[in-house]
T-cell receptor
Framework: AQSVTQPDIHITVSEGASLELRCNYSYGATPYLFWYVQSPGQGLQLLLKYFSGDTLVQGIKGFEAEFKRSQSSFNLRKPSVHWSDAAEYFCAVGAGIQGAQKLVFGQGTRLTINP | EADIYQTPRYLVIGTGKKITLECSQTMGHDKMYWYQQDPGMELHLIHYSYGVNSTEKGDLSSESTVSRIRTEHFPLTLESARPSHTSQYLC????????FGSGTQLSVL
């Protein structure tokens, strides 16, 4: 069965600084990988996804992520964070079973932005 | 903007009550999901559906039940709520890209 580990429960960065959120996954086959963001009191919004092809994927809001099969990682990055990026970030791995995309989520990383 | 709606947004209820959490989507998605999320924890899949009259249990065991009589509607029911059911319940739809509702925060006293 697939699993996801987000080693950092809480990260604080200054506005304008660069950001990297770590994600490690466990899955026997080629994974579908996702990053979702959850603002307080809101549902989850998809930032980006990786299925195949180019291992560096671009997402919304200036985020990108790089798939590294050798490290079983899918880290999320942003060159310069904005105060509005403060939120909870979830990495997820998906396995299509009978066409249903069952996602397994990591524990999440809470991002705090210092002014 | 995702067209998936959950009601109520917040629910505080006493032990033993029957409750139904509503989830509706207007995107015509066949596949819908219910996730349970405790504070500071990951989301766990508790139910999913491939389409009308199709429902399956997810990875996390749950005492709740679901039904899928119409494509756009995927309600979740707890026959007798208990304090252990206190959690946030998130509904989602989609095949690859999932769209999430804003969730229902359930508190059972």
């Amino acid at each position: 069965a697939q699993s996801v580990t987000q080693p950092d429960i809480h990260i604080t960065v200054s506005e304008g600084a660069s950001l990297e959120l770590r994600c490690n996954y466990s899955y026997g086959a080629t994974p579908y990988l996702f990053w979702y963001v959850q603002s307080p009191g809101q549902g989850l919004q998809l930032l980006l996804k990786y299925f195949s092809g180019d291992t560096l994927v671009q997402g919304i809001k200036g985020f990108e992520a790089e798939f590294k099969r050798s490290q079983s990682s899918f880290n999320l990055r942003k060159p310069s964070v904005h105060w509005s990026d403060a939120a909870e970030y979830f990495c997820a791995v998906g396995a299509g079973i009978q066409g249903a995309q069952k996602l397994v989520f990591g524990q999440g990383t809470r991002l705090t932005i210092n002014p | 903007e995702a067209d998936i709606y959950q009601t109520p947004r917040y629910l505080v209820i006493g032990t033993g009550k029957k409750i139904t959490l509503e989830c509706s989507q207007t995107m015509g998605h066949d596949k819908m999901y219910w996730y349970q999320q405790d504070p500071g924890m990951e989301l766990h899949l508790i139910h999913y559906s491939y389409g009308v009259n199709s429902t399956e249990k997810g990875d996390l065991s749950s005492e709740s039940t679901v039904s899928r009589i119409r494509t756009e509607h995927f309600p979740l029911t707890l026959e007798s709520a208990r304090p252990s059911h206190t959690s946030q319940y998130l509904c989602a739809s989609g095949r690859v890209k999932l769209f999430f509702g804003s969730g229902t925060q359930l508190s059972v006293l």
